[in-house]
């Protein structure tokens, strides 16, 4: 059990524990640009001469964009390797595809809360009935709370992963919904249209943004690293207790026999751990 | 044209069948109609409301109604091939996945139009609502019919064979039917005069929305029930 078992037992690895530091750098770092060195979003009316504009709440678009961006990310993530799991039928596309959904989940989530905190000052409402967007992503968060809940029950694992992966490929129909809405549906949303395309903010604003881009992408990429070596293991330990239960039944009631037959702890029979 | 004809001759196969048993069993029209009036009546209690309130809402609650009550009607339409290994044999007997999927589909869609209208007669009496475009009303219904049967019958499936079938069937399908019902309360709040609104244009929505349903459900039915 010395050395290199214990390190199979981990979900840890030198690239992931740089990679984790690396996403906490960035994550302390986007604060102090978010919440420091950028400043307030204040306009001057060009007649009036009254300050307007979105103030300090602006800060809080540097965490929403990011997260609603790696979201999408996330989902199509999923989507590949739920069709992956659906061409292929190996357990390395159906873990992936959990760990997609469940970090896109987590996303998903915290974008809807950030934007009703950020909604609160600026549209003057914690949550709009009437955004194609907002309700657009509701749905979204819903479907796959759904393919997570599929995920908790205790079918089959193979018969679970198809299934899970037609709910996944019917829930990211609703993902061009939620990126188009403000498009498609103008006057149905407090949304406004993106301004990164006409690259009408200012430098140190763009920086951030971008940079929040970087910070959440290695929080995102690790997020799902770990996830994937967590579903790894478990699906480890699953072969494991069936490989051990029919050598137990078999009558190899000795230790070392019993583990000579189930083959120690590898993974899930013909698929490489990353 | 002779394949098409052997496809929807499955295919009706398995709807007769599956409506064979629910005439026999009388579950849609003993336990699903009376639930959904009851839900009608539940709203009218709850909402403690004049005929014009619930004139004004009343679209979206004869949808709401409607699809709580297709819950039950695909819980029950899933749930007949369950027992006695009518599964296996379905799988055995050689019919095309996607024709058992129309199939059964199909009877889902005949019960849901019932529901519908007899919920219908449930709005003009208790809620006193009239009709002003009647085309527009059995239209969207019917096409909403189609995407509700449809993706019932889909998730239906899905969540089959599942300890969890009961609780697991709502979460995983009134999500996706979330564009269906604002569809077709539009389209009815059109049709009933409740707001102006183009019910023909969300009458499109709803129909691209079941042409996509039911296309996706016969092509991913074959991966569902294959194992």
Known sequence: MAGRDERRDTTGSRGSRLLGCAALVGLAALGVLAFVLTGPDVRIH??????????????????????????????????????????????????????????GTVLCGLVLVTGSIWGRPVWNTWWEWGDVRLMTTLVLFLLFAGYL?????????????????????????????????????????????????????????LFTLMFGFLAFGLVVCWLILQRFRVGWLEQAAIDHGIEAAIAERRGETSPAELDAAVGGRDGPAGEASP | MAELRRFLGDAWLVAARDLRIEARSRVVVDQVVPFALLVLVLFGLALDADHRTLRTFAPGLFWVAVLLSALLAVHRSASVDQSDGTLDALRMSG????????????????????????????????????????????????????????????????????????????????????????????????????????????????AVAALVVTVVGALAHGVLIED
Request: overall charge negative.
């Open chain 2, 95 to 206: 019919l095309p996945p996607s024709s058992l999927f129309l199939g059964k589909a199909a009877a889902v869609f005949v019960q849901l139009v019932l529901l519908e209208a007899v919920l219908v007669g449930g709005l003009l009496v208790l809620y006193g609502v009239e009709v002003v475009d009647p085309v527009l009303l059995v239209v969207a219904g019917l096409l909403a019919g189609v995407a509700v049967a449809a993706a019932g019958t889909l998730y239906g499936a899905l969540a089959s064979g599942l300890g969890v079938r009961e609780t697991l069937l709502p979460i995983l399908l009134l999500p996706v039917l979330a564009p269906v019902l604002i569809g077709a309360t539009r389209a009815f709040d059109d049709a009933l005069g409740a707001a102006a609104v183009d019910g023909w244009a969300w009458t499109g929505l709803l």
């Open chain 1, 149 to 205: 809940a599929l995920r908790r029950t205790t079918a089959d694992p193979r018969r679970q992963a198809r299934r899970a992966a037609v709910v996944a490929l019917v829930a990211v129909l609703d993902i061009p919904l939620v990126n188009r809405s403000v498009a498609w549906w103008e006057n149905r949303t407090l949304h406004q249209q993106s301004t990164l395309e006409e690259l009408k903010i200012e430098d140190l604003t």
């Open chain 1, 46 to 103: 060009p007649t009036t001469g009254e300050e307007f504009g979105q103030l300090d709440a602006v800060r809080m678009l540097y965490l929403h964009v990011p997260m609603a961006v790696l979201m999408y990310v996330s989902y199509l993530l999923c989507a590949v390797a739920s069709v992956g799991v659906l061409v292929k039928r190996t357990p390395w596309w159906d873990v992936m595809a959990h760990s997609a959904a469940e970090v």
